[in-house]
């Protein structure tokens, strides 16, 4: 059980483009979505807690206007990186969660972004 | 405030003797606790987690964790390490009341054959 699907696993495109990734919670309804992003040999930062039907909560350094984070129902959550450049090349992962903070995040397996 | 310290950031082990991944917090409340493992370009996945309830957890592939609040102690063990458990690990931390968890900064298990 609390399987969370993301895609895509992996996209390369040219420096300008927007990127949008999906965040699935398959089998359990996520009070709770979560976007991290994972440097090299790093843990995971969070960039943005969001909850289905309200606006997302950006961590400080985070641009909102660059990193949009739909939550539309309580299965999907979608981050779209606009006009991506370089430096936004990362491991960007997902997590979701049933309930108060005392219970688990469930993750997803990752996109690794690459943008040319 | 919430904080977590993971001692080491590598341990190598030989195939077939016990593990110690050492994880220490601070919380101001009752913490919930868990542990994650993360392959190469993987997500992370659950291993086991604390809730209050018994101080010893037993998760998933053969991993413990005992809870020692005296101690602020989490500590994750195994007493067989395989090959497949070379991974980083994630001790993680929450309060029931705070959305967000606090990751400590991850130790690299290597199992030597």
């Known amino acids: 059980g609390a399987v969370v699907s993301q895609h895509p696993s992996r996209v390369i495109c040219k420096s300008g483009t927007s990127v949008k990734i999906e965040c699935r919670s398959l089998d359990f309804q996520a009070t709770t979505m979560f976007w991290y992003r994972q440097f090299p040999k790093q843990s995971l930062m969070l960039m943005a807690t969001?909850?289905?039907?309200?606006?997302?909560t950006y961590e400080q350094g985070v641009e909102k206007d660059k990193f949009l984070i739909n939550h539309a129902s309580l299965t999907l959550s979608t981050l779209t990186v606009t006009s991506a450049h370089p430096e936004d090349s990362s491991f960007y992962i997902c997590s979701a969660r049933w309930g108060e903070g005392n219970q688990p995040q469930h993750f997803g397996d990752g996109t690794r972004l690459s943008i040319l | 405030a919430q904080s977590v310290t993971q001692l080491d950031s590598h341990v190598s082990v030989s195939e077939g003797t016990p593990v110690l991944l050492r994880c220490n917090y601070s919380s101001s409340y009752s913490p919930s606790l868990f542990w994650y493992v993360q392959h190469p370009n993987k997500g992370l996945q659950l291993l086991l987690k604390?809730?209050?309830?018994?101080?010893l957890v037993k998760g998933i592939n053969g991993f413990e964790a005992e809870f020692k609040k005296s101690e602020t102690s989490f500590h994750l063990t195994k007493p067989s390490a395989h090959m497949s458990d070379a991974a980083e690990y994630f001790c993680v931390v929450s309060e029931m009341s705070y959305d967000k968890v606090i990751f400590g900064p991850g130790t690299s298990l290597s199992v030597i054959p």
């Open positions: 604390y809730t209050s309830a018994a101080t």
């Open positions: 969001s909850n289905e039907g309200s606006k997302a």
